[in-house]
Every structure is written in structure tokens, then in C-alpha cells.
């Protein structure tokens, strides 16, 4: 058909995809996602408190079906399901889930575990005194109406807001594009900042943060960012927040205790957290857990068994936190609508501006109104006064007169209004009481007027009354109430701890015997290292040494390689052990040459049979891998021979010619790796002996069976790569110092 055909337009595919999306997603972002700043609502829950409130479920009457309150806000107000509708009603109403509940709910209304709500049959509410606040003023002309989907009803716009609910009650949603995710906070701290605001237009955000403090969750916990981090993310407007779980020890006597949970993170459940950590104690990946229970009634509260009593709390719940969301983060991102509808990030001055600034046209808006009211009032109660002034002209006006209200306007000089209450006023009311109580009626609200034209005509007496409803806001909800306390703590950064090999052992002396053919093995507790220990046929002793069983055993082969072990996986028992070979990839040609407790922050010098060496640091002497770590190059024919901690400022050597030197420990250079340098010379022979000793003490060896101890060191002192002189009258045929262990 021509008239048909006439409609029908040649469009791009493409071009009509982009802005039905475009629509689609603004649609999405506005009317579903992201809440309004000035009151922190998004639309479902703004349509849900004014039906609770059009249905009169405030908190001094009785609960209503929520398939009743459902039920009008689908049909009046937000047209869509009714499960999406009931699940934001009963978020509201989870003490777990917001700050400040809005809706007070009788029934099952879901727990922190994660279970759901009973049907909306079967749940009730009603309001909350935080919700009245909220909505305080609605009456009062303070804020704009729409109409409907429908057209039948009106709705507001947006909430008086008497309560900053935006930050009080945090927010979160993912609309098409961008998301937000606004923390809870304490109201009387936010108060704190506001009025704080108030007095200084121009406060910064740290200014404010101060204030404000950080996130108050309604599960408690503790962040445990420094200052510095909070005043970024709420600057930016985008950040994160750790939370830790709060715990605390129970001693249960004999040196027995137990770890207690009592708060979790905020949006973590605590079924699943128990469930997670239930599956990595049957992995095997907590080893210092023996068993979790959760004995949780009305509170939180997880009991943690520590494997033994040795094991450290503190270690044990470091673990638990690095592996489980008893520490998760929250991802703050402050997104959300402005006054004019408008998606974006804000920081926390330009969130508490909006909100002071929406607040300061509330209280306009509904003085105006008032001042409207008295103005009506006042015109009516003129005209009563004039009535009373003239009470029998009027009633002879009334009975005579066909047209009295025209007759009494042109004679008294009514307006319409007050020509119309003079003939509506009850007969009773002629009263003289009457008169004198219009009086006084009309006396109050002359100076209420006077008030309210001072109000608007000046912006610091707004701004002055603004600050005196924050105080009594925050006097209602703040500190000082069991819903006001503060329930997240803050504490300082933790350092990221080092979980070694000692928060998995339990600490215990043991003894370390490793033989001339590479037999090792450990004796429980500390043996005395002159015993005789039995080996193989044709073994014996090469070193014995005391440790802890949470110690890293440090060894140096003749190559030059260190390796190391812990002492935990030595074999034990009263056999020979097991060959050290199966430990370490130790070569056959090469054999250890020194055995050692590792020592944090000790320096060790190594030396060849040359007379060759250098010092090195506990940072270049550790081996991560059982291949080893090559620390000493060593020329054709000569190989690492001594390893032996730097314990004073002189360094004694001595050779198989019978010389001694002694000369300055400063004079042995720190390397990483490499020959080193000469520490003696000798023209024939090898390096025997080293010694690293303490000038005021002097160098000690063995002489006669005993211990002799030389403190006049001239003869032998001289510098590195020097010949020496002469042993000491009695110094062993060994050529070697005195030693505490083999």
C-alpha cells in the first residue's frame, strides 16, 4: 500500500544497535545500578520505603505482610519481578548486610551463612526509625514528584534524606559499562564530617578523613591500612580497604589454648570461609591446625586448634589469612548518580558537598512551605479577629443579606478565604475564649514568620540550622546507642611476614652427626659431642654439631658449593642414618668440608687449602635448591677446605710448615663469589688452620689436653699474605686451633 510504504525509511543496522544499547545501558545505569548521592538509594529501594510509608508501616505500628508491601510496589510504583523486589526488602533488612537497617523484618529474613529468606508469605515488616529519617519531610513539599510508569501515581524523586544514607549504608550494583561499591561508615563520624564541612567550605579530603575515620562495617573486623593508603582511596574516589578478621586466644590451662573468631570480613560467609578452610586442613596445607568448630549461635564464633601448644598464634592466624578470606579486601569505587542524574566517581568532599548542598535545598524547600501554611493561617485568622470585632454587624449581615459573603467582603475588607471561614465557623466558636485563643495562635506563628523570612533571607542561619539537625541526628543514632558503636577497628599495616620453616616445626635440640662417608642423621636433644658414636664398618665422625629442629643447616663441599638442609627432615633414630647424597646433589669426587647452624646476619670467611679466601655474608652462603650454590672458584689442584664465622677483628692462620700469621679481620674483602685473596703464603704445603678471635681475648688452641689461650700476639702479628712466624712452644702437632665442636 502506498501510504504504507510511504512510512517505511532505509536506516543502518548498525547506527540503530548503538543507540537502542545506548539507551538500554543509560537505562540500566540510572533506573536500576547506581544510587543517587544525595541519598543513596537506588530506585527499587526508594519505591519500597514509600509504599512501607503510603501503607503507614512505621515503627509504632504493627508488621505487614512483605507479599502485601511487594505486592504495591510492583504494582504502583517499579514494574518489574517480584523476587528482585523482595530480595532488595530483605537486604535491607539484614543487620549483617547494611549498617543501619531500613526495614525491621519479623521472621526469616536469612543469615550470615548464606541461607536464604522464607517465602514473602511467610516474612512481615515495617519501617525503621533510620527509614522515617530518611523520609523525613515528604509531606513538607522538601523534594520533587514524578508520576509513575503508569501514570496513576506519584513518587518521589528523591529522599529528603535527613540521614546521609549514601555513606552510612555504603552501596553496591554493576550496571552495563561501570559498577560501584560504597563501604558502610559510622553515622556519627560521618556527622563529624559534615559539620566539620560546614565550618570549612574548603576542607580537604584528608581534612575530612580525619573525621570520617574509614569504613564502619556491620560485621566488624579490622582494616589494617595505614592513614596514608585510606586518604587516596577516598581522594580518588576508588581504592581498597583490607580487612582482617578479629580473633583472640583462650587459654584452656596446661599450656593448652585455642584461637577464637569472633568477626569475619564484611560479605564473606561464614559457611563457606569454614568449608574453605576445612578442605585445606584435609590438603594438608595448614600444618599448624589441628581442627576448626564453628560454635556460633546469635554471635561469630570459629574455634581454631593449634597443632600443639608451641605452635604461635600469631604465625597460625598469618597463615590462616594469607590462605583464606579471613583477610579479603573490599574494592571501594565511589560511583554514583549527581543531582543531576549524571554517572560518575566522586571523592568524599565532592559526596559530602553533594550532600550538604541537597540538604540545604531540603530545608529551603520545606520553610518555604511552612512559611506558605502560616501565610494561609494567618490570612484566616485575620479574618476570625475581624469577625469577633464585629460579631453582630456580621450576624445581622448573615440573616439579612441574600449574598452575605460579598456583602461582608465589600464592607470588612475579606479576602475570599476569610469571608468563607467567617460563614464556615461553628457557632460554639463565638465564644470569647475562643477569641483570646486565635490571639495567641496568631501572635506564635507572626514570630514563627519572622523566623522562617530570616531563615531563608540568610544563608549562615541555613547552614547554622543544617549543623543543629546533624546534632540531633547524630545525638539519635550515634555512639551512644547499641546501633551507633563503632564496630571495625583500625590497626597498623602488617609486615608481610616470612612463613619458614619455623612456624611449621616444632622447636626441639637435637644433635647432627655427619660421618667421613656421608652418613647423616640426628640424636634427639643435645648430646655430648665427645661421645663416642657408632658408624660403619670402616667409618667414623666427621662433624657433630648441636641445633634446633627449626634450623637450616648450612654445608660447603671442597668445590665450593654451599648447601643447605633443614634440619627437620634429618633422619632420626638410633641407626646410621641415611647418605647425605640422597639430600643434596653432592658430587662423587667432592666431600664436605664444613657443617654449620645457619645464623642471621653473621658473616663467615672461606678459605682454600692454598692459603686462599674471602669474606661473605648469610645473604650469599643460603641455597634454595638442593643443586647447591657455587660460592668459591677454585684453580687446578685446589679446593675449599674451611668455612668459619667471623667472631672478632683479628684473623689467625697457620700452614702444615708450622706458621702462624695474624693480621686484621678488615683485611679479608667481601665477595660473592670468586677465589679471594691471599691470606698466607706458603712455599711449600697447605693451609692447616683459621681463626677468627677478638684482640683483648686472644687466639686459643689446645696444649697438653687443655685449653691455652695466647693474648700476646706481636710475634705473629703482620698482614694478609704474609709467611708467619713459628707455632708457640706446645701448639698441637695438628696445626690446628681449638674448637667447641667436631
Known sequence: ???????????????????????????????????????????????????????????????????????????????????????????????????????????????????????????????????????????????????????????????PSAVPNLLCNGSSGIAVGMATNIPTHNLSEVCDALLYLIENQEASDEELVRRLKGPDFPTGGIIVDSFESIVQTYKQGKGSFRIRARWN?????????????????????????????????????????????????????????????????????????????????????????????????????????????????????????????????????????????????????????????????????????????????????LKKLEETEIRAEFDDLTNEKQSLEELLSNE??????????????????????????????????????????????????????????????????????SDEFKFKEEDTLLYAIHAQTTDKIVLLDTSGKFFTINASEIPFGRGFGQPLRLMIDLSNTDNICSMFVYEPKASYIIASNTGHGFAVDENHILAQTRVGRKIMNTAEGERAAFCVKIEGDMTAVVGENRKLLIFKTEEIPFMARGRGVTLQKYKSGEMTDIQTFDSNVGFSYNRSGGLTVEKNLLSWLGHRAGAGKLVPFGFPKTNTFYKTDK
Open 249 to 429: 586466644t583462650e587459654d584452656l590451662g596446661h599450656g593448652q589454648y585455642q584461637i577464637v573468631v569472633t568477626e569475619i570480613p564484611y560479605g564473606v560467609l561464614k559457611s563457606k570461609l569454614i568449608e574453605k578452610i576445612a578442605e585445606l586442613l584435609n590438603a594438608k596445607k595448614l600444618p599448624l591446625l589441628a581442627d576448626i568448630k564453628d560454635e556460633s549461635a546469635q554471635d561469630i564464633r570459629i574455634v581454631l586448634e593449634p597443632k600443639s601448644r608451641t605452635v604461635d598464634a600469631n604465625v597460625l592466624m598469618e597463615l590462616l589469612f594469607q590462605q583464606t578470606e579471613l583477610e579479603s579486601k573490599f574494592n571501594m569505587n565511589m560511583n554514583v548518580l549527581d543531582e543531576d542524574g549524571v554517572p560518575r566517581v566522586m571523592s568524599i568532599s565532592e559526596v559530602l558537598n553533594a550532600y550538604l548542598k541537597h540538604r540545604h535545598e531540603v530545608l529551603k524547600r520545606r520553610s518555604q512551605h511552612r512559611l506558605n501554611k502560616i501565610l494561609a493561617r494567618l490570612e484566616i485568622l485575620s479574618g476570625y479577629l475581624i469577625a469577633y470585632l464585629n460579631i453582630d454587624e456580621l450576624i445581622q449581615i448573615i440573616r439579612q443579606e441574600d449574598d452575605p459573603k460579598s456583602v461582608m467582603m465589600a464592607k470588612f475588607s475579606l479576602t475570599e478565604n476569610q469571608a468563607e471561614a467567617i460563614l464556615n465557623m461553628k457557632l460554639r466558636n
Open 460 to 529: 549562615q542561619k541555613r547552614f547554622q540550622k543544617l549543623a543543629d539537625e546533624l546534632k540531633e541526628v547524630k545525638e539519635k543514632f550515634g555512639k551512644k546507642t547499641a546501633l551507633g558503636r563503632r564496630r571495625t577497628d583500625f590497626a597498623a599495616a602488617p609486615q608481610d611476614v616470612e612463613l619458614t620453616i619455623d612456624a611449621f616445626v616444632e622447636k626441639e635440640p637435637i644433635t647432627i652427626i655427619l660421618s667421613q662417608k656421608g652418613w647423616i642423621r640426628a640424636l634427639k636433644g643435645f648430646v655430648n659431642l
Open 1 to 159: 500500500m502506498p501510504e504504507i510504504e510511504a512510512k517505511v525509511r532505509d536506516v543502518s543496522l548498525k547506527d540503530e544497535l548503538s543507540k537502542r544499547y545506548l539507551s538500554y545501558a543509560m537505562s540500566t545505569i540510572v533506573s536500576r545500578s547506581l544510587p543517587d548521592v544525595r541519598d543513596g538509594l537506588k530506585p527499587v529501594h526508594r519505591r519500597l520505603m514509600y509504599a512501607m510509608r503510603q501503607l503507614h508501616l512505621d515503627p509504632k505500628t504493627g508488621y505487614k505482610k512483605c507479599a502485601r508491601v511487594v505486592g504495591d510496589v510492583i504494582g504502583k510504583y517499579h514494574p518489574h519481578g517480584d523476587v528482585g523486589v523482595y530480595g532488595a526488602m530483605v537486604r535491607l533488612a539484614q543487620d549483617f548486610s547494611v549498617r543501619y537497617p531500613l526495614v525491621d523484618g519479623q521472621g526469616n529474613f536469612g543469615n550470615i551463612d548464606g541461607d536464604g529468606a522464607a517465602a514473602m508469605r511467610y516474612t512481615e515488616a515495617r519501617l525503621t526509625d533510620f527509614a522515617m529519617s530518611l523520609m523525613e519531610g515528604l509531606s513538607d513539599d522538601a523534594v520533587d514528584f514524578a508520576d509513575t510508569y503508569d501514570g496513576e501515581e506519584q513518587e518521589p524523586v528523591v529522599m
